[in-house]
């Protein structure tokens, strides 16, 4: 039974990576049929986020009242209505509408996963969760460029993949029994957001949060542009190394899940920083052969897979079972923030400064390692003090 419950979560990740790359490869065809300028997606992006910001902090309340399993399977139901809706999109402004609930189901799963598995399951688990995740990511724009080939189109690249978040759906709730409540789950549905929020080692760990996010889609979406306009590297290889950027992400989270359990979060988050720290160098080093930064874009990637999974595994045990699903659900919000708002930041910088990448990429590297030593601390400190207390016991 737990085999069949992982594997469904597994199914539902990769139905959460689905629809996120589907936009971006379908763009430059939709805009024009559309009528509508390149710069738009930009606005579609933003509504989607809004609304997995807000069901990202509204998790704890959903999870609370209905449990992780209906939360997911609801979710994923709205994700495939709002990819049927973008399917039959004549307007710019229907992708508006249909953005919204587009969010708001996404949001819901990756808040009410995540804790799920950082609660009930080991920390190899959660990685390969996030390998999955990328699994579907990768899979869409294939799809999506096999329908632009023909009559189908961009609409029937979305319909295509509706249908298969419809059938994800009906095999999520056919396996609701599958999601017992246990204790921890109980325990944890007393706590407000509020209340976990007032928690100490919340900030820091919240900021260390949205700086990984920020660099990992910064990274992920200007690395092409970066090559052709500052290493005067030829488009067609360009995109090829700005992809395995991605694919050391996806390759690196399968790898790390058969090491991660003997390692632990910690060790994990800090080989994952000291290898971005190591791939950024290789893209700052000024050699004329650009195959040291196609290097460094790749241990990029590799550097940034366990950081995201090594961190919310990690919560439960740092804040507490009964804490968790609010405290992830914000660090979701936060992760949303640091994605949809630091890219484009870069991308306004960009037009003068495209240089300045790597170093975009390090100060955010330092921040979330500065927060990470922080956190440590805190963490310390609060052990000790739960020790004397103790002791006076």
Same mark, same amino acid.
């Given at each position: ?5 992982? /594997? ?56 609370? =009242?209905? %449990? ?6 609801? @979710? ?19 992708? &508006? ?33 996030? /390998?999955?995740? %990328?699994? %579907? ?11 632009? =080939? ?29 999601? =017992? ?7 944890? @549905?007393?706590? =407000? ?134 405290? &992830? %659900? ?43 030593? &922080? ?14 207390? @103790?002791?006076?016991?």
């Amino acid at each position: 039974m737990i085999t069949l419950l992982i /594997a469904l979560i597994y199914l539902a990740f990769i139905s959460l990576g689905l629809p996120d790359s589907l936009l971006g490869s379908a763009w430059p065809t939709m805009h024009a049929q559309l009528g509508v300028p390149v710069s738009y997606a930009g606005i579609v992006t933003i509504t989607i986020t809004c609304g997995t910001i807000v069901s990202s902090v509204m998790s704890n309340f959903l999870t609370k =009242k209905l %449990g992780a399993g209906w939360v997911t399977a609801i @979710s994923v139901v709205m994700t495939a209505v709002a990819l049927l809706g973008f399917s039959f999109a004549t307007k710019f402004w229907h992708l &508006i509408v249909w953005a919204v609930p587009f969010g708001l189901g996404a949001g819901g799963v990756d808040a009410a996963l995540n804790n799920y598995v950082a609660l009930h399951f080991s920390s190899k688990h959660m990685n390969w969760l996030h /390998a999955f995740w %990328g699994v %579907g990511a990768l899979i869409s724009p294939f799809v999506m460029g096999e329908c632009l =080939k023909t009559s189908y189109g961009w609409s029937g690249g979305y319909r295509v993949i509706s249908i298969v978040q419809m059938v994800i759906s009906v095999l999520l709730f056919v396996s609701l029994p599958l999601w =017992k409540k246990t204790t921890s789950e109980q325990k944890r @549905s007393d706590v =407000k957001t509020i209340d976990a929020l007032k928690v100490k080692g919340i900030l820091p760990l919240l900021v260390m949060f949205l700086c990984y996010c920020a660099l990992e889609q910064t990274a992920m979406l200007w690395a092409s542009s970066y090559l052709v306009e500052v290493r005067h590297v030829d488009k067609t290889t360009a995109a090829t190394f700005g992809s395995l950027f991605f694919i050391g992400i996806t390759a690196g989270r399968f790898a790390c899940g058969f090491v991660s359990n003997k390692l632990g979060d910690n060790k994990l988050i800090v080989i994952g920083a000291s290898v971005i720290a190591v791939g950024i160098a290789c893209i700052i080093l000024p050699i004329a052969n650009p195959v040291l930064c196609y290097v460094g874009l790749v241990l990029t990637g590799v550097g940034c897979a366990p950081v995201y999974p090594a961190i919310i595994h990690s919560t439960p045990s740092n804040f507490g079972e009964q804490n968790s699903q609010a405290i &992830i %659900g914000v660090q979701m919000a936060f992760a949303y923030a640091g994605s949809a708002l630091m890219p484009p930041l870069f991308g306004a910088l960009s037009t003068k400064y495209m240089a300045f990448y790597p170093y975009f990429l390090t100060i955010f590297l330092v921040l979330m390692i500065t927060m990470f030593v &922080i956190l440590q601390k805190i963490l310390k400190n609060k052990e000790k003090n739960n020790g004397k207390v @103790s002791q006076s016991i």
